[in-house]
T-cell receptor, first 111, second 113 residues
Framework: LAKTTQPISMDSYEGQEVNITCSHN???????ITWYQQFPSQGPRFIIQ???TKVTNEVASLFIPADRKSSTLSLPRVSLSDTAVYYCLVGPYTGGFKTIFGAGTRLFVKA | EAGVAQSPRYKIIEKRQSVAFWCNPISGHATLYWYQQILGQGPKLLIQFQNNGVVDDSQLPKDRFSAERLKGVDSTLKIQPAKLEDSAVYLC???????????FGQGTRLTVV
């Protein structure tokens, strides 16, 4: 399974766009990139998933370059409630959820 | 749609005692996972079930941890005997077969003293 590298922490202010980049140099051909969000005292929550190029949903966008060795989660106009830990996971789409969580990125949104 | 249910939410036990956690996945989800999350770290997969069969238990400390999923629905995770280093949040998650989007419960926070 591909290993991922993310910044340990990031700070932002309300209303700003936040981009969190994840490196996954040894991503396999059949691997997908998935991002999860975790608030204190809660289980992780799925945000977005993609394979290549760009994926957008009501919460975030995911940018994946052609070589797929990295990906960027983009959170538009963050609010205080977006303060959480964000995990980048890389793994195959088959056989269920078979990916490894790293330490994640702790995002602090300030007023 | 009801989410993944776990109980209890909190548990404090003394070392060498035993403890059990219960999980009820989302209805229809064939795949069930148990994770251990130590404070400040990401969740670590302990065991994955597909219906009532074990798919992956490579990171489960089998000398003290056991898990079962009778009838392919609810699951229990047991620790016997517990050690201080088992203090963590134990998360249960479920997903549909072949889907990488997993839904997590709120977890059980275990403190071993």
């Amino acid at each position: 399974l591909a290993k991922t590298t993310q910044p340990i922490s990031m700070d932002s202010y309300e209303g700003q766009e936040v981009n969190i980049t994840c490196s996954h140099n040894n991503i396999a051909t059949n691997d997908y990139i998935t991002w999860y969000q975790q608030f204190p005292s809660q289980g992780p929550r799925f945000i977005i998933q993609g394979y290549k190029t760009k994926v957008t949903n009501e919460v975030a966008s995911l940018f994946i370059p052609a070589d797929r060795k990295s990906s960027t989660l983009s959170l538009p106009r963050v609010s205080l409630s977006d303060t959480a830990v964000y995990y980048c996971l890389v793994g195959p789409y088959t056989g269920g959820f078979k990916t490894i969580f790293g330490a994640g990125t702790r995002l602090f949104v300030k007023a | 749609e009801a989410g993944v249910a776990q109980s209890p939410r909190y548990k404090i036990i003394e070392k060498r005692q035993s403890v059990a956690f219960w999980c009820n996945p989302i209805s229809g989800h064939a795949t069930l996972y148990w994770y251990q999350q130590i404070l400040g770290q990401g969740p670590k997969l302990l065991i994955q079930f597909q219906n009532n069969g074990v798919v992956d238990d490579s990171q489960l400390p089998k000398d003290r941890f056991s898990a079962e999923r009778l009838k392919g629905v609810d699951s229990t995770l047991k620790i016997q005997p517990a050690k201080l280093e088992d203090s963590a949040v134990y998360l249960c998650a479920s997903s549909t077969q072949g889907n990488t989007e997993a839904f997590f419960g709120q977890g059980t926070r275990l403190t071993v003293v």
